[in-house]
């Protein structure tokens, strides 16, 4: 037992402590909504790789607890030391378990490096001891580095322009100064270590890998969570070096689709959300906040769990998501409409230090990235000493190997 005072330690973008309590009283809300309407249809077990935090854990509650379906899950966590927080993934992934259990659901975790030929046999050995076969294998990972299982090279991605510099605004979301950025672009090197990181490689080797093992269902669906982001990201995303990364999930989806059939693969791209991944290209977190503002005024705002719903509604119950030129199935259409994009694109030269509050929802995307880490919910009385090492607000985890 480790008993500490937490309070929120941020660099940048990054926030180096998690409160225990509140990563669960989150998770408990987003199970809470995902039950309702329960769905008598869908997926029996389910595979979320990068299953811990942001999209991977909303795709993860939903199925779990919107389809009833049983889940296993992949993702990188620092464990709790005396005196130092886990991560908040850690946190989620055995609050999870624990409320699939509950229910009387399968709930298995797996921690370590997903990238890694042992998480693939790790998670097969596991799927064949509890006699699984898996309808639906979610790739969801955001990762900066990846050491390749087959050479050893640790690849390192960068968020960089292609071609020529990106001029234009970011935002320290902590003092609200915005300010101009140039970044420079990248070495062909880098746009192929991105590649070698975020591309499809490592999601084909998965997919082998299970099928090798014989614990993919007939008929079993894979899906990979891509952005294609408005005109003003472009620079630094859909034409950068991780849009790169992500045309090359568009290769592999039509590889796996060759593979495996028509309808087995699929990537999806999705809406802008605040999540550690997003929070860390320039740039997007001063169109997140804009994009906030924007989408509330026309009532067409989502969050991660809306999303995930409506993703395994579609594919599962009526009507799947439309489908674009690439192959991609859409979910993106409320931030990408026009109506939206064009308030965005009114408000975005205007910009600055002093109307950053009025031109965007600066303040609600602090309360969101401090709820990534449990910092910022209601009701949690952060001056109160809290366990760190897991106790009933956060049981051990499966340990599935
Ligand atoms: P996130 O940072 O919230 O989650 C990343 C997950 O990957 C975590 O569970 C983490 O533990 C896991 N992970 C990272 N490295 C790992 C490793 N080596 N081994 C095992 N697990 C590892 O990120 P997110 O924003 O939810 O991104 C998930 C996917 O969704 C990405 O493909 C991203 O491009 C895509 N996406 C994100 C947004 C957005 O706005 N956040 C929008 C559209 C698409």
Redesign the pocket.
Known sequence: MSVAIVKPRIRGFICTMAHPVGCVRLLERQIARAKHPLRDTGPRTVLV?????????ATRVVAAFGHGADTVG????RAPRPGKPASP?WYNNRAFEAAARREGRLALTWE????SSE?KQAVAATLRRAGRQVDLVVY????PV?RHPGTGTLHRSVLKPIGAPFVSKSVDIWTGEVSPVEIAPASPEEIAETIAV?GGEDWELWIDHLSRADVLSDGFKTL????VGGPLTWPIYRDGTIGRA?ADLDRSASKLRAAFGSEAARVV??????????AAIPVVPLY?AALMKVMAAYGVEED?LDQARRLLDGIYRSQEPALDAEQRLRLDEYELSQPVQTEIDRIWPKLTSANVGDFSDIERFRTHFLN?FGFGVAGIDYDRPVDLMATDHARPASNAS
């Open positions: 790789i990068g299953g811990s935090t942001g999209y991977g854990l992949v993702s990188f966590e993934g370590g490096d997903a990238f998480a969801s990972l955001a990762a990846r975020m990979a969570f891509s952005y992500k791209a999705l809406k802008a959300i605040v999540t550690q991944a997003s997140g991660s990534l």
